[in-house]
């Protein structure tokens, strides 16, 4: 059974930073693709970081040099990593997994954590 547990959300103020983490019940190395997604009320959930066991990252341009993502293999967890943080920041985030199993693809989903920016 495949569980992913975020932390590290929270209230923060415009400019500052916070860590989010996501920890998997299993070896991450099975996910070939790992990343986060936010969702604010009212808007479609969206991609923002992900990362391959490769390394490569991608990030959504309204993030780009403001966060970056990373994976501890030892610890199985996922970073992200959020400095200047904006208003528009505000949003639930989810930890997603990507699996390949049978030439499918399944995603595992954390509950999600919320990151406010406010002053």
């Known amino acids: 059974q495949v569980q992913l547990v975020e932390s590290g959300g929270g209230l923060v103020q415009p400019g500052g930073s916070l860590r989010l983490s996501c920890a998997a019940s299993?070896?991450?190395?099975?996910?070939?693709?790992m990343g986060w997604y936010r969702q604010a009320p009212g808007k479609q959930r969206e991609l923002v970081a992900s990362?391959?066991?490769?390394?490569?990252?991608y990030y959504v341009n309204s993030v780009k040099g403001r966060f970056t993502i990373s994976r501890d293999n030892a610890k199985n967890t996922v970073n992200l990593q959020m400095n200047s943080l904006k208003p528009d920041d505000t949003a639930n985030y989810y930890c997603?997994?990507?699996?390949?199993?049978?030439?499918?693809?399944?995603?595992?989903w954390g509950q999600g954590t919320q990151v406010t920016v406010s002053s």
């Open positions: 997603n997994a990507r699996d390949a199993r049978d030439r499918m693809v399944v995603d595992y």
């Open positions: 990362i391959t066991t490769g390394g490569s990252a």
């Open positions: 299993v070896s991450i190395s099975r996910f070939f693709d």
